[in-house]
């Protein structure tokens, strides 16, 4: 029996917005690490190692297992981690090589991983319900036959897949595209993972997971370090940000306000480049910007802010340091990938996203996921139009909607075209209070069931998740 005290724990409210006052209670028992902004280097993600490789594919070994992280200087600090890293290490995968990933799970509970952004046989997407349990082995393959892009891997077993990823179970997957090499953007050591996030420490430097509790989650982390600096060379680096947050958003922004480039989003690579002062990154979502840090004096601090921080700690994320020059023969040119046409669509669906308020269950339709249930019926190789609704007004609650499988396109928010990064291929969508969001999506390559859901973690794990079916 779910007491309502428990309920009001899964009800998770985030973003900026009224809290309930189970979470404010909690807060206030539980004070934050105060973490000294811009005193640890930035931590370069390292890169995967596979254990064999063939004339087709790259294996790869994983341990999933509670670990320690040095966090905060001299604290140890309890995490789950792939390989005794966190976040995880990057695998790197070249398109036209496959990945297997065999994962053997040493938590004390099943978990699942899931690659986000990938189109993979239903067998290898991580399914909510085909978890692996503890002592247990699975293999995950990946074609990596689409476009090139940003992806990243995470747990996904329903109702801990919050709880797994905020305690560290996340890590970036890059998809390299030869054709996305001529280009000559900013590579190598110029190519920078950021995966950026927030979490609520105890005063013991423990993590602290309640579902739902947003308030209390004021600690900034990028890569796993607090607010760190990174020591920069005076010329262009792309920078890929990737929202591992459970529930909070960013508005990021350089300090002196300058421009970044917006070169790519969820899918990989925008049509063209986008120039913006500020974009902003969803939980899920991904951005792949270029920043030009030879307008910057050797010397120069600049800051990369948030501005939805609501409070100081969450107002800035990081301090690029100028500290050298350097040369530079990188460019981003005028036209990057064309969008892929994703046909006409033959079908429109409506989704409405809404909170239970009697339940504290954040539902899809009126209804909490069930894996014995196929929401949506879908043919195989046709497109459809998604209009999705966000129906929490009061208390006005964002969602953000990712389907599995697919990368879509944005066509109009609240019935106005969208710009920046959502110009580009998409697998999650933010949607807010009181609006109506359109996709097009174009199912092709496999049948089976697939999931959906919102990728506010917090709420996919009290039942904001339904199922699709593709077949012929
Ligand atoms: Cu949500």
């Given at each position: 029996m779910v007491s309502r005290r428990d309920l009001m724990k899964l009800t998770g409210l985030g973003g900026a917005v009224a809290l309930l006052p189970f979470d404010r209670a909690i807060?206030?028992?539980?004070?934050?690490?105060?973490?000294?902004?811009?005193?640890?280097p930035l931590r370069i993600l390292p890169v995967a190692r596979p254990?064999?490789?063939?004339?087709?594919?790259?294996?790869?070994?994983?341990?999933?297992?509670?670990?320690?992280a040095e966090i905060f200087p001299g604290v140890q600090t309890k995490v789950f981690t792939y390989n005794g890293n966190f976040p995880a290490a990057t695998i790197v995968a070249r398109r036209g090589r496959e990945v297997s990933v065999t994962h053997t799970n040493s938590l004390a509970d099943p978990t699942v991983a899931h690659l986000h952004g990938a189109h993979v046989a239903?067998?290898?997407?991580?399914?909510?319900?085909?978890?692996?349990?503890?002592?247990?082995?699975?293999?995950?393959?990946?074609?990596?036959?689409?476009?090139?892009?940003?992806?990243?891997?995470?747990?996904h077993a329903h109702h801990t897949e919050a709880e797994q990823v905020y305690r560290g179970l996340a890590g970036c997957y890059l998809l390299k595209d030869p054709q996305e090499a001529a280009l000559g953007l900013p590579d190598g050591e110029y190519d920078v993972s950021l995966m950026v996030r927030d979490a609520h420490f105890d005063d013991a430097g423990q993590l602290v997971y309640v579902n739902g509790d947003f308030n209390a989650r004021t600690t900034l982390l990028v890569n796993g370090r607090p607010q760190p600096y990174f020591q920069v060379a005076a010329r262009k680096y792309r920078l890929r940000f990737v929202n591992c947050s459970n529930e909070r958003a960013f508005r990021l922004k350089l300090?002196?306000?300058?421009?970044?480039?917006?070169?790519?989003?969820?899918?990989?690579l925008l049509p063209a480049p986008v120039t913006a002062?500020?974009?902003?990154?969803?939980?899920?979502?991904?951005?792949?910007?270029?920043?030009?840090?030879?307008?910057?004096?050797v010397g120069t601090q600049v800051v990369l802010g948030n501005d939805l921080g609501e409070v100081d700690s969450t107002r800035s994320v990081m301090r690029f340091d100028v500290v050298r020059t350097a040369t530079?023969?990188?460019?981003?040119?005028?036209?990057l990938r064309p969008l892929p046409d994703l046909g006409t669509p033959t079908a429109t669906r409506d989704i409405q996203l809404k909170?239970?308020?009697?339940?504290?269950?954040?539902?899809?339709?009126?209804?909490?996921?069930?894996?014995?249930?196929?929401?949506?019926?879908?043919?195989?190789?046709?497109?459809?139009?998604?209009?999705?609704t966000n129906a929490d007004t009061a208390p006005a609650i964002p969602?953000?909607?990712?389907?599995?499988?697919?990368?879509?396109?944005?066509?109009?928010?609240?019935?106005?075209?969208?710009?920046?990064?959502?110009?580009?291929?998409?697998?999650?969508?933010?949607?807010?209070?009181?609006?109506?969001?359109?996709?097009?999506?174009?199912?092709?390559?496999?049948?089976?069931?697939?999931?959906?859901?919102?990728?506010?973690?917090d709420h996919s794990a009290t039942g904001m998740m339904g199922q699709m079916e593709i077949t012929r």
């Amino acid at each position: 029996m779910v007491s309502r005290r428990d309920l009001m724990k899964l009800t998770g409210l985030g973003g900026a917005v009224a809290l309930l006052p189970f979470d404010r209670a909690i807060s206030a028992l539980m004070p934050t690490v105060a973490a000294t902004p811009f005193a640890a280097p930035l931590r370069i993600l390292p890169v995967a190692r596979p254990v064999r490789q063939n004339a087709t594919t790259d294996f790869y070994e994983v341990a999933v297992a509670e670990t320690t992280a040095e966090i905060f200087p001299g604290v140890q600090t309890k995490v789950f981690t792939y390989n005794g890293n966190f976040p995880a290490a990057t695998i790197v995968a070249r398109r036209g090589r496959e990945v297997s990933v065999t994962h053997t799970n040493s938590l004390a509970d099943p978990t699942v991983a899931h690659l986000h952004g990938a189109h993979v046989a239903a067998s290898s997407d991580g399914y909510p319900m085909d978890v692996v349990n503890p002592g247990g082995r699975r293999e995950y393959r990946y074609p990596n036959t689409q476009l090139g892009g940003s992806f990243w891997y995470h747990a996904h077993a329903h109702h801990t897949e919050a709880e797994q990823v905020y305690r560290g179970l996340a890590g970036c997957y890059l998809l390299k595209d030869p054709q996305e090499a001529a280009l000559g953007l900013p590579d190598g050591e110029y190519d920078v993972s950021l995966m950026v996030r927030d979490a609520h420490f105890d005063d013991a430097g423990q993590l602290v997971y309640v579902n739902g509790d947003f308030n209390a989650r004021t600690t900034l982390l990028v890569n796993g370090r607090p607010q760190p600096y990174f020591q920069v060379a005076a010329r262009k680096y792309r920078l890929r940000f990737v929202n591992c947050s459970n529930e909070r958003a960013f508005r990021l922004k350089l300090a002196d306000g300058s421009a970044m480039t917006l070169i790519g989003s969820d899918g990989g690579l925008l049509p063209a480049p986008v120039t913006a002062p500020s974009f902003d990154l969803w939980p899920g979502e991904r951005v792949e910007v270029v920043v030009d840090f030879s307008r910057y004096a050797v010397g120069t601090q600049v800051v990369l802010g948030n501005d939805l921080g609501e409070v100081d700690s969450t107002r800035s994320v990081m301090r690029f340091d100028v500290v050298r020059t350097a040369t530079d023969t990188s460019l981003v040119p005028a036209a990057l990938r064309p969008l892929p046409d994703l046909g006409t669509p033959t079908a429109t669906r409506d989704i409405q996203l809404k909170l239970d308020l009697s339940t504290g269950a954040f539902q899809f339709d009126g209804k909490v996921f069930d894996s014995t249930r196929v929401d949506q019926h879908i043919k195989l190789g046709t497109t459809e139009i998604w209009r999705i609704t966000n129906a929490d007004t009061a208390p006005a609650i964002p969602h953000n909607l990712h389907l599995h499988l697919v990368q879509f396109q944005v066509l109009d928010r609240a019935g106005a075209p969208v710009g920046g990064h959502e110009t580009g291929l998409k697998d999650t969508v933010t949607v807010p209070p009181g609006a109506t969001v359109r996709i097009k999506v174009r199912f092709d390559g496999y049948e089976g069931r697939y999931v959906y859901h919102c990728h506010m973690l917090d709420h996919s794990a009290t039942g904001m998740m339904g199922q699709m079916e593709i077949t012929r």
